[in-house]
């Protein structure tokens, strides 16, 4: 499996959009206030990402709603922006359970449209370290391997055992160190001699990284004794009654 490295896409804020897309339309404040009948001070705040100086988040989505079309930029992109940053806004803001924060009790804590961009960036680069972990797990990690027959160790005064599992498709099986072929889902089954006493069987399972799937199973053969054959023209003689 290869990996590819890609750049991080530089984020645009709620802020920057707004504020680029009414320089472009060559608007000042004044003049949008009185067209959209909302306070300077809260286009302000919507153009500097400062959300804790508007009413609420109702607001916040109705403003950038309407200050969007205004400007003819996407009014859906821009809202669904905007509760992503108000989102990572109350994580940030979030006060920490400890004394040290009860100290400063009255201090807000004020994001910027650079926290925002780094909060962004922030839960991207997780993402991709998550993705690139659960990846390497995947490649590195033994494959599944399950032994069905035999169950476990058992006993048995049989010559031959019959050795059935499933594995993952991919994987190559070994028994005792010999290759055993495996259908296209990875069932796999085998006769193998036994000898009398205790029979090691090694099951192994190995993809071409990471490391191999191992299951033992110990058999013992029991044989029953057989009486000696008699030397051919021998006579028994019987021991007379009392």
């Given at each position: 499996m290869h990996f590819s490295i890609k750049q991080l896409q530089q984020y645009q804020t709620v802020a920057e959009l707004l504020a680029t897309a009414r320089q472009g339309k060559d608007v000042d404040l004044d003049r949008a206030e009185k067209q959209l009948r909302i306070s300077k001070k809260y286009l302000v705040a919507l153009e500097q990402g400062q959300y804790h100086k508007l009413p609420g988040d109702l607001y916040v989505r109705n403003f950038v709603r309407a200050y969007a079309a205004y400007l003819g930029a996407d009014q859906e992109a821009a809202v669904a922006l905007a509760e992503r940053e108000l989102d990572i806004t109350k994580k940030i803001a979030e006060p920490e359970q400890s004394s040290t924060v009860n100290r400063y009790a009255g201090q807000r804590t004020v994001v910027t449209p650079r926290t925002l961009r780094q909060g962004l960036i922030g839960?991207?680069?997780?993402?991709?370290?998550?993705?690139?972990?659960?990846?390497?797990?995947?490649?590195?990690?033994?494959?599944?391997l399950l032994v069905t027959e035999p169950a476990g160790d058992i006993v048995t005064a049989d010559g031959t055992i019959i050795i059935r599992g499933q594995t993952e498709a991919e994987a190559q099986v070994f028994i005792n160190q010999q290759s055993i072929l495996a259908d296209p889902n990875g069932n796999f089954v085998q006769q193998i001699d036994l000898q009398t006493g205790l029979n090691t069987i090694t099951?192994?399972?190995?993809?071409?990284?990471?490391?191999p799937a191992k299951v033992v199973r110990q058999v013992i053969v029991e044989r029953s004794a057989e009486p000696a054959p008699m030397p051919a023209g021998e006579l028994i003689e019987l021991a007379p009654a009392p």
């Open positions: 839960l991207l680069v997780l993402a991709c370290l998550s993705y690139f972990g659960w990846q390497l797990n995947a490649i590195f990690s033994p494959p599944q099951v192994t399972a190995s993809k071409k990284r990471g490391r």
